[in-house]
């Protein structure tokens, strides 16, 4: 997996054990992703389907985008759609994307990069891979989260952050298990590099097989954890988790993660995406690319969008 990683963790900043009196948090429910399409095609699994959206305040939704290997020809990716009222988040982890808006953003991301793009009040968005990689083909894998803006942010001009993969905080376990990459938020006072609306931590980590992550967490945020790929548990009553599953936590001062000790060839460590935020509590109106928060604002952008003046830059 190619994201950012180092060959010795034992150089890294170690995240801090759990002290005397920090309350592990809870899992409470553990689902299973379904599978499906996006775009023009590309393969996809919806992390939080069947999940109360209360229970992923401020997030929306999250795609596994693959693990998928092309043949020539075959990488896909998306017409020009509208965005509004909520900021995307690509992170890639294996394969090559590229990114354009109707404000002037945009770029290529690959191999642990992170595209953030704010749509606020609104902007056109493609994304599609390099020409190069459609005639090669090529393994292609990465994730998009939506996070939701909170009703004062909703209308704020268009935004983008790239993130190498350079910039994000790694840090490790206090026996160099695992590899805790910190794109966003904070953990245990170790920053990452993307700015968020919406208060968030958002975290991929690798855990070596046999070995245990506890993760410091911020008591105000919710916590997630979806598997991308191998196989272990979550939680002190160690729940078994696999690839395609999500577990939602309940309130506490950490979680903790563990991997089987054997692992399958094709995915020898336990990967995952954690991730949580302070719950925005306010309504939510959700239809396709727009996320308001009444009915009347989401038919105002669609109104916008037919008349064609929809993610234009103010002159």
Do not use: C
Not at 97 to 104: A, E
Not at 120 to 137: A, D, M, N, R, Y
């Amino acid at each position: 997996m190619p994201a950012q990683t180092v060959d010795d963790l034992t150089v890294l900043q170690r995240v801090k054990a759990p002290g005397l009196g920090d309350q592990p948090r809870p899992v409470r429910s553990v689902t299973t992703a379904p599978q499906g399409h996006e775009g023009e095609g590309f393969p996809v699994r919806r992390a939080f389907a069947g999940i109360d959206l209360a229970q992923i305040d401020p997030f929306i939704m999250m795609d596994q985008m693959g693990e998928v290997e092309y043949a020539p020809g075959e990488p896909k990716g998306t017409a020009w759609h509208p965005h509004r009222g909520f900021e995307t988040v690509t992170y890639i982890i294996d394969g090559v994307f590229d990114h354009r808006d109707s404000h002037g953003g945009g770029g290529s991301i690959t191999n642990g990069d992170t595209q953030w793009m704010t749509a606020g009040s609104g902007l056109l968005h493609i994304e599609t891979p390099p020409e190069w990689l459609v005639q090669q083909g090529g393994l292609f894998h990465g994730i998009q989260l939506w996070v939701n803006l909170p009703r004062d942010a909703k209308m704020t001009t268009p935004a983008y952050q790239d993130i190498r993969s350079r910039e994000v905080a790694l840090l490790t376990t206090p026996d160099a298990g695992a590899l805790v990459r910190v794109i966003a938020g904070s953990v245990d006072g170790h920053d990452g590099p993307g700015s968020t609306h919406t208060p968030m931590t958002l975290v991929h980590a690798t855990v070596e097989p046999g070995a245990r992550l506890e993760l410091p967490w911020d008591v105000d945020f919710n916590a997630l954890v979806y598997v991308l790929n191998g196989h272990g548990t979550v939680g002190v009553d160690a729940r078994p988790v696999r690839t395609g599953q999500t577990a939602v936590l309940g309130a506490g001062d950490y979680l903790t993660l563990r991997a089987d000790g054997t692992q399958e060839s094709r995915s020898p460590q336990l990967d995952v995406v954690v991730l949580g935020g302070r719950p925005i509590r306010e309504p939510l109106a959700w239809a396709g690319p727009f996320v308001m928060n009444t009915r009347a604002e989401v038919l105002e952008a669609y109104q916008s969008f037919q008349r064609g003046d929809f993610g234009v830059p103010l002159s």
